[in-house]
Nanobody, 114 residues
Framework: QVQVVESGGGLVQAGGSLSLSCGAPRSIFSIHAMGWYRQAPGKQRELVAS???????NYADFVKGRFTISRDNAKNTVYLQMNSLKPEDKAVYYC????????WGQGTQVTVSS
């Protein structure tokens, strides 16, 4: 079973920043686009940002200009830099392939206080 491992969440005040990391097996990471997703309480999981193996990125409208996705192919790690956080960004953040097809990890909780 393929596993991804997310880390870096926490509690931050509105306007603050957090950086998330996600490690994935090399067999998956090296050839697949990766994505960050989030699920807020009572809502469906949604795509936040994606990055191809070559580094092309795409963002959901609600994070454009605030979040940056990047990847380090040598470390099999994808990152999500989150700036100007808003209370509505509160959610559990997950990484997966894009489109997602491996098992979901436990995610990492992001809480933004107003």
């Amino acid at each position: 079973q393929v596993q991804v491992v997310e880390s870096g969440g926490g509690l931050v005040q509105a306007g603050g920043s957090l950086s998330l990391s996600c490690g994935a097996p090399r067999s998956i990471f090296s050839i697949h686009a990766m994505g960050w997703y989030r699920q807020a309480p009572g809502k469906q999981r949604e795509l936040v940002a994606s990055i191809t193996a070559g580094g092309s990125t795409n963002y959901a409208d609600f994070v454009k200009g605030r979040f940056t996705i990047s990847r380090d192919n040598a470390k099999n790690t994808v990152y999500l830099q989150m700036n100007s956080l808003k209370p509505e960004d509160k959610a559990v953040y997950y990484c997966n392939t894009f489109p997602h097809w491996v098992s979901w990890g436990q995610g990492t909780q992001v809480t933004v206080s107003s």
